[in-house]
């Protein structure tokens, strides 16, 4: 995700002080962001619990924001704080194509996300039916094939093609002033992520508005039933057996209606969260383009290191928006887990934001 924004300086491209305190937060982000998302891991590789079809596309994100946190940052960050890139050439080229491959495995990654929580409360039918190995493995293919496709052969083949662009010194995007090029990668990266979550997630809202108006029409139709029924000359064993018949399905669609709607409201959060850290780069990268650099230095690179941060807030959602990774999490740790309800177990259960 890296443009030309760097000059050729001296050893360092701020003072001590600076460069000091900027160095311990890149450190401090790539810790937390390459523990935390091992922890993920690592709960799904001991916990069984967390092995359904969801649990494996949240996995799949984890792996794209690890490789964020291990490989993107650590090597940008030479770069950032003495304005000269020290690896090589070659190396350069390789780290552009993992820097610009994860985070949009990681953004396309939401969106499959997305995509099947929709299916599971748009057409659970469908998805108990058709939840089986081929499309898992369509799915957690798709986040990396994508962007592979276009982002492999634009940096690697541009200057084979187009003549030497990145100097000794330096690492930046070959095309980095080309305009059509950028756009077409912002889009693969955002702009089709973000529709096609920013759709998924008011579908899913729809469906459970109307579901829920059917619940409340079902509740008033059974109280009224039962009200009826006290009138009549039927038996009180009938009667008690029809309540109880009635009172279970009903229990079993308020949960199901719960656990969707809990699962709606995380995804929710997952994609906010994905706006709020990816839209003002994307927006910016494009301006700064477009304007010749006209976009203030310092600016950009804090929006810049927001895409980053997004890969770093992503492993401390799952515990707190899910019952389940919050139990897996602790138990990982080796901490005293909070007490959790029969009822908010059920709800969790399948949920992968």
């Not at 890296?2 to 900027?22: K, M, R």
């Not at 002033?177 to 992520?193: R, T």
């Not at 459970?208 to 109280?223: F, G, H, M, T, V």
């Not at 959602?317 to 029969?342: M, N």
Request: glycine share 4%.
């Amino acid at each position: 995700m890296v443009q030309n924004t760097s000059t050729e300086t001296g050893d360092l491209a701020f003072s001590v002080p600076v460069a000091v305190v900027i160095g311990f937060f890149i450190g401090l982000l790539i810790i937390m962001t390459v523990v935390g998302n091992l922890i993920v891991l690592f709960a799904f590789v001991y916990e069984k619990k967390l092995r359904n079809f969801s649990d494996y596309l949240i996995l799949n994100l984890a792996v794209s924001d690890v490789i964020i946190g291990s490989v993107s940052i650590p090597f940008y960050a030479p770069q950032l704080l003495t304005g000269r890139w020290p690896f090589g050439h070659t190396f350069c080229l390789i780290w552009l194509v993992v820097d610009y491959l994860t985070p949009a495995a990681s953004a396309i990654n939401i969106c499959v996300i997305s995509l099947d929580r929709y299916i599971q409360v748009g057409h659970p039918l469908w998805s108990r039916n058709h939840h089986n190995r081929n499309l898992l493995i369509a799915f957690l293919a798709a986040p990396w094939l994508i962007p592979a496709l276009y982002f492999i052969p634009a940096i690697t083949l541009w200057e084979p093609t187009k003549g030497r662009v990145i100097p000794e010194n330096q690492c930046f995007l070959p095309y980095n002033n080309n305009i059509p090029v950028l756009l077409i990668g912002a889009f693969i990266e955002f702009l089709v992520p973000f529709i096609t979550v920013t759709t998924f997630n008011i579908l899913v809202y729809m469906n459970i508005k109307r579901r829920s108006k059917r619940l409340e029409a079902r509740a008033n139709a059974a109280r009224l039933a039962v009200a009826g029924e006290q009138v009549t000359l039927d038996g009180p064993s009938n009667t008690n057996e029809t309540r109880n018949g009635r009172s279970d399905a009903s229990h079993t669609s308020r949960s199901s209606f719960k656990k969707d709607r809990k699962a709606a409201r995380s995804l929710f959060i997952f994609v906010i969260i994905f706006a709020v850290c990816w839209m003002p780069y994307e927006v910016l990268a494009t301006v700064q383009t477009v304007c010749g650099g006209c976009v203030n230095k310092h600016l950009f690179e804090f929006v810049f290191w927001m895409l980053w941060l997004n890969s770093t807030v992503n492993p401390f959602l799952y515990p707190l928006l899910h019952t389940r990774y919050r139990k897996a999490f602790a138990k990982l740790l080796h901490l005293k887990s909070t007490s959790v309800t029969p009822a908010e177990t059920h709800h969790s259960q399948g949920s992968g934001s």
